[in-house]
């Protein structure tokens, strides 16, 4: 069973941000130098027209959320899809050991604990890409840019040209990046998890973590065969909390 979007953006709207109104709204003011909102799953009680998409959709889900925030803005000359919806306190559903994750769990929404077994560098992600049109000179759209993928566009939404739009690095925004390997506490198994903005430069090896994030798969050129990564959404640090 589908659940429109629409209605999804109106659960958002009821569940988690109509009664903390005032928080929203002042995020939606300091935006986009604010970016992440932490939202407990705890929200939604048992509505599983909004928990059972979330888990099994999260990018449209979170698209919806994110669509949502659109309701607090003045004017809405700018969408806020680069901002980060910090999902914690999954259903006990949704966790996964590290070393079980199959194809199965691509695309939806997991909760999986392991240990950093190696930290990489901070390196800058764009966020929204600005493109440069060739032929009216215009820097004309600001494409959001979740997870590894990089969106481009082909068509001039100010002159209409196809194929005389590249990629602006000078007008496009970023946040900073980091990769992270965990082990599954288990076993040997490792999997890389990919950080962004605030998650970014707080972990270190040995710790233990919890991670909300969605399972990707990482296709390279000419083989069917992908490499997983986990997309992040939230981050638990559990050496901390156990100190
Ligand atoms: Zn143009």
């Known amino acids: 069973m589908s659940v429109r979007s629409g209605?999804?953006?109106e659960k958002w709207y009821e569940y988690v941000y109509r009664d903390r109104g005032e928080s929203v709204r002042r995020f939606v003011e300091e935006y986009p130098d604010e970016r992440s909102l932490s939202v407990s799953c705890e929200r939604f009680g048992h509505d599983y027209q909004f928990v059972r998409p979330l888990l099994a959709d999260p990018d449209d889900a979170l698209r919806a959320g994110k669509a949502a925030l659109g309701r607090f803005l003045a004017d809405d000359d700018r969408e806020m899809q680069d901002v980060y919806l910090r999902v914690t306190d999954l259903p006990g559903e949704s966790e996964v050991a590290l070393a079980?994750?199959?194809?199965?769990?691509?695309?939806?929404?997991?909760?999986?604990?392991?240990?950093?077994?190696?930290?990489?560098?901070?390196?800058?992600?764009?966020?929204?890409?600005?493109?440069?049109?060739?032929?009216?000179?215009?820097?004309?759209?600001?494409?959001?840019?979740?997870?590894?993928?990089?969106?481009?566009?082909?068509?001039?939404?100010?002159?209409?040209?196809?194929?005389?739009?590249s990629f602006a690095p000078d007008a496009s925004e970023y946040v900073d990046a980091q990769e992270v390997r965990l082990r599954?506490?288990?076993?040997?198994?490792?999997?890389?998890?990919?950080?962004?903005?605030?998650?970014?430069?707080?972990?270190?090896?040995?710790?233990?973590?919890?991670?909300?994030?969605?399972?990707?798969?990482?296709r390279a050129d000419g083989t069917t065969v992908a490499d997983l990564w986990?997309?992040?959404?939230?981050?638990?640090?559990?050496?901390?909390s156990n100190r």
């Open 100 to 165: 079980d994750l199959r194809a199965s769990h691509l695309n939806s929404l997991h909760a999986v604990e392991g240990v950093v077994a190696e930290v990489g560098d901070l390196r800058p992600k764009v966020v929204r890409a600005g493109f440069r049109c060739a032929k009216c000179e215009d820097v004309t759209r600001h494409v959001a840019q979740p997870g590894r993928e990089f969106r481009s566009h082909e068509k001039c939404p100010r002159c209409n040209s196809v194929g005389y739009l």
């Open 7 to 9: 209605d999804l953006t």
């Open 230 to 240: 986990v997309e992040s959404v939230s981050m638990e640090c559990l050496t901390d």
């Open 184 to 218: 599954d506490p288990a076993g040997s198994d490792t999997v890389p998890v990919l950080l962004e903005h605030d998650l970014t430069g707080s972990v270190s090896d040995g710790d233990e973590m919890r991670i909300v994030g969605i399972p990707r798969a990482n």
